[in-house]
Nanobody, 129 residues
Framework: QVQLVESGGGLVQAGGSLRLSCAASGRTFAFSNYAMGWFRQAPGKEREFVAAINWRGGTTNYADSVKGRFTISRDNAKNTVYLQMNSLKPEDTAVYFC????????????????????WGQGTQVTVSS
C-alpha cells in the first residue's frame, strides 16, 4: 500500500512563500521510479493541475498560472517531493494534493490527473490579501 503524506500548508499573506512536502512510503513502492505531481482544489472548483516532475527529476511541467512562481523538486533519497511556492496570491488558496504516477519510469511529467493512481489527503494553503 502506498501512502503519500503532504505537509507544509498554512496561512500566509499575499506575496509570501510556503514550501510543501510530500513524503511517500510503501513496502513495494519504489518512489525513485515514478513521476510525481501536485494538484489543487479550491472551494467550489474542480481539482486542477499545478506541477509535475518525472522520475529522474530532469523534466518538469507547470500550470501557466504558477509558472515562474512555483518550483517542483524531488529528493529520491528521502522519498519526498517538494513544491516551493513564492509570490503567493489569494487565488492560490486551495487544498494541495500530491500524487504518484502509475507508470514505471514515465519520461514525461504529465498534467493529466488520470495517470496518477496514488493520492495524498491534501494540505490546506490559505493566502490572505
Amino acid at each position: 500500500q502506498v501512502q503519500l503524506v503532504e505537509s507544509g500548508g498554512g496561512l500566509v499573506q499575499a506575496g509570501g512563500s510556503l514550501r510543501l512536502s510530500c513524503a511517500a512510503s510503501g513496502r513495494t513502492f519504489a518512489f525513485s521510479n515514478y513521476a510525481m505531481g501536485w494538484f489543487r482544489q479550491a472551494p467550489g472548483k474542480e481539482r486542477e493541475f499545478v506541477a509535475a516532475i518525472n522520475w529522474r527529476g530532469g523534466t518538469t511541467n507547470y500550470a501557466d498560472s504558477v509558472k515562474g512562481r512555483f518550483t517542483i523538486s524531488r529528493d529520491n533519497a528521502k522519498n519526498t517531493v517538494y513544491l516551493q511556492m513564492n509570490s503567493l496570491k489569494p487565488e492560490d488558496t486551495a487544498v494541495y494534493f500530491c500524487a504518484a504516477d502509475g507508470t514505471w519510469r514515465r519520461s514525461t511529467a504529465s498534467a493529466s490527473a488520470t495517470v496518477y493512481v496514488h493520492w495524498g489527503q491534501g494540505t490546506q494553503v490559505t493566502v490572505s490579501s
